[in-house]
């Protein structure tokens, strides 16, 4: 198993941009989360999703939208790229509800950098 | 302000002797704990998890102790290497369990002298 796959590792944006980070796990988990994380800090919960079709926000959902037509795929999409969101970004994926020894399974990120 | 915090932001260890990295949260409605280790340029690795109605898992070189009465959490590692040289979190869900992510702390970054 992959477990869960970031894409891409790295970019550059100018400002105003836009683009989608994906995120694909092939573990057949029905939860998926985004997160982001900035120098020297943990991180933070931008958007989760509990299942197809569904999706919620976390604590910094703003400027960030998200998606969820299969179990597999959770991209997240910037609309206009600003400073603030330069950050590197994790995709992570659970197969339950926070159980012990069923934690949340990370990808590699995703480091943005906008300019 | 952060709910999950660490007391050190560096941790300095001889190889081969025994590490403890402290966490404390403030959310007493918290019920799952969770540490991770993070390597440079690689996400979040699970190390071990917790419930609120255990005091103390283990599992491989590895100890987590939760004390609910006063809200901290610790990770023991045992006979440390130098591969065990990371950033480690703690983690906590804060909505008893609830599918809505978790809140992570500042890390503490140990650093493992020869």
């Known amino acids: 198993n992959a477990g869960v796959t970031q894409t891409p590792k790295f970019r550059i944006l100018k400002i105003g941009q836009s683009m989608t980070l994906q995120c694909t796990q092939d573990m057949n988990h029905n939860y998926m989360y985004w997160y982001r994380q900035d120098p020297g800090m943990g991180l933070k919960l931008i958007y989760y999703s509990v299942g197809a079709g569904i999706t919620d926000k976390g604590e910094v959902p703003n400027g960030y939208n998200v998606s969820r037509s299969t179990t597999e795929d959770f991209p997240l999409r910037l609309e206009l790229a600003a400073p603030s969101q330069t950050s590197v970004y994790f995709c992570?994926?659970?197969?339950?509800?926070?159980?012990?020894?069923?934690?949340?399974?990370f990808g590699d990120g995703t480091r943005l950098s906008i300019l | 302000g952060e709910s999950v915090g660490l007391h050190l932001p560096t941790l300095s260890v001889q190889e081969g002797d025994n590490s403890i990295i402290n966490c404390a949260y403030s959310?007493?409605?918290?019920?799952?704990f969770i540490w991770y280790k993070q390597e440079s340029g690689k996400g979040p690795q699970f190390i071990i998890d917790?419930?609120?109605?255990?005091d103390k898992r283990q599992g491989q070189r590895v100890t987590v102790l939760l004390n609910k009465t006063v809200k901290h959490l610790s990770l023991q590692i045992a006979a440390t290497q130098p591969g065990d040289s990371a950033v480690y979190f703690c983690?906590?869900?804060?909505?008893?369990?609830?599918?809505?992510?978790?809140?992570f702390g500042k890390g503490t970054h140990l650093i493992i002298q020869p």
């Open positions: 983690a906590e869900n804060m909505a008893g369990g609830g599918a809505d992510g978790l809140t």
């Open positions: 917790i419930r609120s109605n255990m």
């Open positions: 992570a994926s659970s197969s339950l509800q926070q159980v012990v020894g069923q934690p949340q399974h």
């Open positions: 959310n007493s409605a918290s019920d799952y």
